[in-house]
């Protein structure tokens, strides 16, 4: 995951993280903080927030891509806080089946629901006094969000069946690879949960906005397949420049899956064969009104990718998608005539109020 090592190696219990004793990990250059390793300033930016935020019992909302390391943030957050010596217990609510996860969280008395031979508890008392990372929150449906929402508000709940009210003493953590506001608009999730829980957001930086990171972190990976198999292998030339050149969409559970699977095939030099630099069919991501191409797309491609994807956005007005682009009218329609049946599929907006001249 992003920001982070999955192997990550805690900190001691009890030491407090100044930004003095963030210490420099093998390879020279990559610096960890707890679970966490990089030293971006993306990532310098990022520790500092934590180490803000650690010390406090306020909830916080980690927002990033899939692969960024927001379960190690969460883990280094609670690491570094007065909670350390309690539970950190994570919860994936997406792999949860809608109907088990109040239960899961709550905990349930014995006949509750079908299946229920015997009283359970739920993670909220089996992390009493520690902390509960709930991953993916955007995808709890929002009847099971309002039970939340008030133990969230109160500190207490009660179990699936249960007349006895408990009293909860957690911290609550939670993630989501979603943008927060449109989840709100467009997959359920109630404004009122999100204001809770973001009191603290943090973001997870992608692996493309790390600066060198990304070379830094795959020598770290090799690093440790070279000491657990007692071998001596190193990147080639070219590796290193495909680490370098590749955004990796993936961020670092896609660089690490990649370095092993390269340390595997590899006698003495590791070659690290660029994912998508012959894929000319590959589509480009989208996010909002942003929008990244793969290395190696190209130009004439990555050029047809824009300006349809401006032209989307715009509603299909040409005029609007013209001075976006800094181009005239009439470039903009020579190149959608070029384009053709794909340039027709995004149109059918605002009309353009204008001809090419």
């Known amino acids: 995951m992003s920001s982070t090592d999955p192997d990550r190696t805690a900190s001691p219990v009890g030491e407090t993280p100044p930004a003095r004793k963030r210490a420099a990990s093998k390879p020279s250059g990559l610096k960890s903080y707890g679970a966490l390793f990089g030293g971006s300033d993306?990532?310098?930016?990022?520790?500092?927030?934590?180490?803000?935020?650690?010390?406090?019992?306020?909830?916080?909302?980690?927002?990033?891509?899939?692969?960024?390391?927001?379960?190690?943030?969460?883990?280094?957050?609670?690491?570094?806080?007065?909670?350390?010596?309690?539970?950190?217990?994570?919860?994936?609510?997406?792999?949860?089946?809608?109907?088990?996860?109040?239960?899961?969280?709550?905990?349930?008395?014995?006949?509750?629901?079908?299946?229920?031979?015997?009283a359970r508890v739920g993670y909220f008392e089996h992390a009493k006094g520690g902390t509960i990372f709930l991953d993916e929150v955007t995808e709890m449906a929002p009847v099971r969000q309002v039970k939340l929402l008030r133990a969230l508000e109160t500190g207490r709940f009660f179990r699936v069946g249960g007349s006895e009210e408990v009293v909860s003493d957690v911290r609550i953590l939670a993630a989501t690879n979603r943008d927060p506001a449109t989840a709100v608009k467009e997959n359920g999730l109630r404004e009122d949960l999100m204001y809770r829980l973001a009191v603290f957001p943090l973001r997870a930086p992608p692996l493309r906005e790390r600066e060198n990171d990304r070379e830094l972190l795959a020598e770290h990976f090799l690093a440790k397949l070279n000491t657990q198999h007692s071998t001596t292998k190193i990147f080639s030339k070219r590796a290193i420049e495909t680490m370098r050149g590749y955004s990796w969409p993936g961020n670092v559970r896609e660089l690490k899956n990649a370095v092993y699977r390269a340390y595997i095939l590899a006698e003495e030099t590791v070659e690290l064969p660029h994912p998508h630099l012959n894929s000319r069919g590959k589509r480009p991501i989208t996010q909002g009104d942003a929008m990244s191409i793969w290395v190696g797309t190209p130009l004439v491609d990555a050029q047809r990718q824009i300006i349809l994807a401006t032209l989307k956005h715009c509603g299909g007005d040409k005029r609007k998608t013209a001075k976006a682009l800094g181009v005239s009218l009439k470039t903009l329609y020579n190149r959608l005539g070029s384009y053709e049946e794909t340039a027709a599929e995004v149109e059918g907006g605002a009309p353009d109020d204008g001809t090419a001249s």
């Open 42 to 118: 993306a990532m310098l930016s990022l520790y500092e927030q934590i180490e803000r935020v650690a010390g406090t019992d306020a909830t916080a909302l980690i927002i990033g891509e899939s692969g960024t390391g927001k379960e190690l943030i969460a883990r280094t957050i609670h690491d570094f806080s007065a909670r350390r010596d309690a539970p950190f217990i994570a919860v994936n609510c997406g792999a949860i089946p809608d109907n088990l996860i109040e239960a899961e969280l709550f905990g349930h008395e014995r006949g509750s629901f079908t299946g229920a031979a015997q």
